[in-house]
DNA sequence: TTTATTTACACAATCGATTGCGTAAAAGTT
DNA sequence: AACTTTTACGCAATCGATTGTGTAAATAAA
């Protein structure tokens, strides 16, 4: 498509007569211009139709009022929500969002993070691939005084801010209700180990079982990509098992749902012969039978305030320690687990 | 945070004691450098990290790689699909994405629209606010050549791309499946009516009745944002209606589902007392109890399809007219509507 | 009245890459 | 040997907005 004049300040300066620097100034409310003429441009801008070349700012002022955002998948409702929360804030302070996938894919991540820079991204919010367990792509950020915040999928030992929740506190309470409520045998669906979200949830998960008198057992630990045919797989395979487990707390609640599905099919009662915990409350949640009860992950306020941190950082003077933000989670509890047998001990 | 020297080609260019010129060709390898020169040049930008600045090039070639998206929300099933098709096909080609919701809002969505042409996008892809009526904001895009392709929720009358579905073919045929099975008295929940797509189905659904010889009853027709609580209260609704009907097409599987939940809840038998049948084939769609029967909406293909389009437009030297891209769906019969009594005449 | 200050604006450089045009040297042609 | 063509590269303008510096004129202060 070839591409038409538009108007531009000079356009502005020509048919008013004044110099381009006056347009300029008038139209950002400059001190030094006299009120008449910044009435007359800012009428002339309106009926010529100006709008203005943020492009060309960006070059001279070196920020583009654009943030990244770089996520495994945009289609997955924590993630989306997280995301439209970014927006919302970024929006409402004069900034853009632009979106890349990793796919959960290393070498995605490694090439939309070059995208970032090229495109002179004023921040960078980053949730981690799966695959990922080399941060040096990040350098280019943090080398280049890049803003960059770590939103959930957060890397570990690595100097920026970050915003989360705390998933250890978050899985040893989970596994917790669940052994208060009657559970001894409790099997955990986790996702890939370089991602510390998941090793954490694990942790949480043993460091429960450990503190309540029961043995932590590999085997009943499955890892994957928490998706929902893994649910069915893993549920087939927990049929295999010698003796069924009476609890099963997951990392996310695609794998729980489809795993209980399937179990239902095999004509196990829910939660009477097993019960469930997920992780995030996504809407499939609330609407499987018996609704599963979940671990909250605040995922719109995670992403508000990756967004207020990123806007901070881009705006601050000076370089300061970086900031670990964590989010509180809480149990929502539905008709997945038993009744609490013994009454959760005070934090 | 203050801004630090990036590697430019001029760098390059000092670097070697060329000029910058020589290096931007011999970077686009351009066919006026010769090969020692080039390599010469590949290889100080990748000893010094240089990363071309997009942002530069875009303000002198006059485009940026950059399609803008608009749609109402991104944390939604079927959107985010979309977005997901869209930037697959838009990052294998080149292009970025930038995102922003109009959050249901004309206002939004008019301000959005200004950020994209400042932000000189090369193309947007919009999917209209339930609020809009008036179009004329993306008169912006139109008179300067800015490439603009409608997805999913198209504006009527407009002369522009559109990629969609058939509206109105499925929405005949999902009501016309429910009569198919047995139903006589069929309630349709819908969206705002300046939105063509729901226009359209219930347009669809009103001529499948007719076709069939039910009287279309304005007062089984239940118009709104089709949200989950919208589903709730429809339910009770309908509830209080003196005879009930057996059959509900809804124009999207939110309302529909928890209506559904809902109406379990009053003692109803779905789909014995009341069929079902949704539209778009989100997730929950597949988890509910008994499993939704629904329309499917290709979310990803809408995507893939209108990203081919935009860039096919912003490549294009001439202008041409207007296509419609019209997609397949297709009824996920599943278990929320009873066998079909009289066999589907073919089309 | 003279000096200092404020007001109101313009000049020209700058951001980093691209590109039309110009040119010297090398290679090829008669 | 004289001429044409090709190869390889540089100059300088350009994209559109921003901004440090300079400078008249108007106003205030001395």
Redesign the interface.
């Known amino acids: 498509?070839?591409?038409?004049k538009?108007v531009t300040i000079y356009d502005i300066a020509k048919h008013l007569g004044v110099s381009g620097t006056t347009v300029s100034r008038a139209l950002s409310d400059h001190h030094s211009i006299g009120d008449k003429t910044k009435k007359a441009v800012l009428q002339a801008a309106k009926e010529m139709g100006y709008?203005?070349?943020?492009?060309?700012a960006?070059?001279r002022k070196?920020?583009?009022n654009?943030i990244g955002v770089l996520i495994p998948?945009?289609?997955?409702?924590f993630i989306?929500?997280m995301?439209?929360g970014i927006?919302e804030v970024a929006?409402d302070a004069g900034y853009?969002?632009?979106?890349?996938?990793s796919c959960d894919s290393y070498k995605k991540e490694v090439a939309n993070a070059?995208?970032f820079?090229?495109?002179?991204v004023d921040g960078v919010i980053a949730s981690m691939a799966m695959e990922t367990e080399d941060f040096s792509h990040f350098n280019?950020f943090i080398?280049?005084?890049?803003?960059l915040v770590f939103a959930d999928r957060v890397g570990k030992n690595l100097p920026q801010d970050k915003v989360m929740i705390d998933n250890f506190a978050a899985a040893f309470e989970a596994t917790e209700y669940l052994i208060h409520s009657g559970c001894r045998k409790i099997v955990h669906f986790t996702g890939a180990p370089n991602r510390e979200i998941y090793k954490l949830r694990r942790a949480g998960y043993q460091d429960a079982l450990e503190k309540n008198g029961i043995p932590y057992d590999e085997k009943l630990v499955f890892s994957g990509l928490l998706s929902g045919e893994e649910g069915v797989r893993n549920a087939k395979a927990i049929l295999e098992l010698k003796e069924l487990p009476d609890g099963i707390f997951s990392a996310n609640d695609t794998v729980a749902?489809h795993a209980m599905?399937e179990l239902k099919k095999a004509g196990l009662k829910i939660p009477d012969d097993i019960s469930f915990i997920g992780f995030n409350d996504?809407?499939?949640a609330s609407?499987?039978?018996p609704q599963l009860t979940t671990v909250s992950h605040p995922a719109l306020e995670i992403g508000r305030s990756s967004a207020r941190q990123i806007i901070k950082?881009?705006?601050?003077?000076h370089?300061s320690p970086p900031e670990n933000i964590v989010l509180p989670t809480q149990i929502i509890v539905r008709e997945s687990t038993r009744k609490l047998v013994k009454s959760v001990p005070p934090k």
Chains 1, 2 share one sequence.
Do not use: Y
């Open positions: 498509m070839e591409k038409k538009r709008i203005p070349n943020t492009i060309a960006g070059l070196k920020q583009t654009t998948w945009i289609n997955r409702p989306s929500s995301i439209s927006e929006n853009n969002v632009i979106i890349s996938q070059e995208t820079f090229s495109n002179r280019l080398d280049n005084d890049i803003a749902v599905i996504d809407p499939i609407i499987v039978e950082r881009i705006n601050a003077k370089s």
